[in-house]
């Protein structure tokens, strides 16, 4: 592989793609290349506690907030992680990045699309991720899903207590997305047993990336 690549990995809530970006993750690195996994927001120290706020439904935010926290974070993981990473020859493989602000602040929250991409062009300093897998599920799926996982002592984050129309709007901006960009972006139907998805995903980045 001559260079680094940078994939990643969307969604709406309970889509898997978490799951997806370890097994990724670790599959490559079994097969010789260098990967790392990061999430936004997180990824960094600024990010992680950017995190604990932005998912927090016991903090208040203005939607104009919850919007500027996430791309300050994206600022920061560009920056400090993501180029530096690509640059020595990683597969970097993030769990969200500027697909989902479109999707959650733009569709979901009803901010000016055209001010949301202008935003992420400036957080991102025009990073483009190589490739895009969107896991699509019907949005009662994937929140039946996040709702399994959570413990007994766990309640609902910031997103995950919405209301089911904003869910099914932050569904359709991932879907617009990938219409939109299909050279970049490959959508998958996350209600699919999961290692039928991580094969198709292994198999289109290996094709990508090339020889480790």
Not at 43 to 65: Q, Y
Not at 182 to 189: Q, Y
């Amino acid at each position: 592989m001559a260079g680094g690549l940078f994939i990643t990995l969307e969604g709406v809530e309970g889509s898997g793609k978490t799951t997806q970006a370890r097994i990724l993750a670790d599959a490559l690195i079994a097969r010789g290349y260098r990967a790392s996994v990061t999430r936004e927001p997180g990824g960094t120290r600024a990010g992680e506690a950017i995190r604990a706020i932005f998912l927090d439904a016991a903090v208040a935010l203005a939607p104009a907030s919850e919007l500027l926290l996430v791309l300050a974070d994206r600022a920061q993981h560009v920056r400090e992680k993501l180029r530096p990473a690509v640059a020595a020859g990683e597969i970097v493989i993030s769990d969200r990045y500027c697909d989902s602000t479109m999707a959650y602040q733009g569709f979901g929250r009803g901010f000016d699309l055209k001010l949301v991409r202008d935003l992420n062009h400036l957080a991102s300093d025009a990073m483009k991720p190589n490739l895009t897998f969107v896991l699509d599920c019907p949005v009662e799926v994937g929140l039946a899903r996040a709702k399994a996982r959570q413990t007994t002592t766990e309640v609902p984050d910031r997103f995950e207590g919405e209301q089911l129309a904003f869910h099914r709007r932050v569904r359709e901006g991932f879907l617009t997305v990938a219409r939109e960009e299909p050279d970049r972006v490959r959508l998958l139907d996350a209600t699919l047993p999961a290692e039928e998805i991580s094969a198709e995903i292994l198999a289109t980045v290996i094709k990508l990336a090339g020889k480790p």
